[in-house]
């Protein structure tokens, strides 16, 4: 049975950092295509960041160069390294395996299993 358990999230003023985990049982992270989205009261859930099964890695706009996606093979862990956090991304967070097809990495449908979440907010 898979399962995916998100922690780390937490409160934190502008310009911190937080480091994102998502432990996960059930399978091996190794070699599977494993993503992070967030979801901000009244929005839509939206990507983050991928890491596909060959390790490449593709990241939102508006995380690129201040958020890094990352696997622990040995601990069997998913990673988000978040730094110089914003107001905006005051978000539940979540990560999310398995690739149903390739391609389109924001669309939600991708992904067949997802964890519960973890809160971040970030205060100006």
């Known amino acids: 049975q898979v399962q995916l358990v998100e922690s780390g999230g937490g409160s934190v003023q502008a310009g911190g950092s937080l480091r994102l985990s998502c432990a996960a049982s059930g399978y091996t992270v190794s070699s599977v295509c494993m993503a992070w989205f967030r979801q901000a009261p009244g929005k839509e859930r939206e990507g983050v960041a991928v890491?596909?099964?060959?390790?490449?890695?593709t990241y939102a706009s508006s995380v690129k160069g201040r958020f890094t996606i990352s696997k622990d093979n040995a601990k069997n862990i998913l990673y988000l390294q978040m730094h110089s956090l914003l107001p905006e991304d005051t978000a539940m967070y979540y990560c999310?395996?398995?690739?149903?097809?390739?391609?389109?990495?924001?669309?939600?449908?991708?992904?067949?299993?997802w964890g519960q979440g973890t809160q971040v907010t970030v205060s100006s």
């Open positions: 999310a395996a398995f690739c149903r097809f390739s391609g389109g990495w924001t669309d939600r449908t991708r992904y067949a299993y």
């Open positions: 890491i596909d099964g060959d390790g490449s890695t």
